[in-house]
């Protein structure tokens, strides 16, 4: 029973979750208010995981959570059900697309769903930002990392490992 909710909840995920893997936060946002598989908290974890795990995030973020939900096959199962709708909708635009790419009514589609996902993005991430921030040192240490990463384009793997050394040698 568990697993085929696993796969009905990250199916739809995945067939919504149009842009990439941080479109799918404020789905297991929902996910936790509906179901007491993991909680905020632990989603945050889940987040920060899948941030710093090779893969992209919501492939990392579905396996992780069908497997704290349901062991392996939670997994499995999970990240299947992310991943099959993108599978099948690829194959069908592979192939109209080439077909009704001039189409002015797939243009006007494909511009609507652009600022879209950008506003899941952006809905994200004040989720993120009211959960991480939770006193005065959480919002220097927020701010210093957005300045320098606004300001000195380095790999994201730097200031992952810088973040990680900062929070050691705070002892945070």
């Known amino acids: ?13 995945g067939l919504f979750a149009v842009g990439g893997g941080l479109v799918t936060i404020p789905f297991l946002f929902e996910l936790t208010r509906k179901y ?7 989603l945050m ?21 069908g497997f704290q939900t349901a062991g392996i096959e ?3 199962i999970a990240t299947f059900g992310l991943v099959l709708p993108s599978l099948i909708i690829v ?9 009704w790419a001039e189409n002015q009514c797939v243009n006007s589609v494909m511009s609507a769903i652009r600022p879209a996902t950008v506003a899941l993005i952006l809905q994200a991430g ?8 939770q006193d005065y040192y959480a919002a220097l240490i927020a701010a210093v990392f957005f300045v320098l990463i606004y300001f000195y384009k380095k790999s994201p793997i730097f200031y992952i490992v810088l973040s990680a050394i900062t929070g050691i040698v705070l002892k945070l």
């Open 45 to 65: 974890d889940m987040i920060a995981v899948s941030q710093s795990t090779p893969g992209p995030i919501g492939v990392n973020m579905a396996t992780y959570a």
């Open 1 to 13: 029973m568990i697993l085929g909710i696993l796969f009905s909840e990250f199916f739809k995920i």
């Open 91 to 99: 194959i069908l635009i592979s192939k109209l697309l080439t077909r």
């Open 74 to 76: 939670g997994g499995i």
């Open 36 to 42: 007491d598989w993991f909680s905020a908290q632990e």
């Open 126 to 133: 004040i989720n993120l930002f009211k959960m991480s921030i």
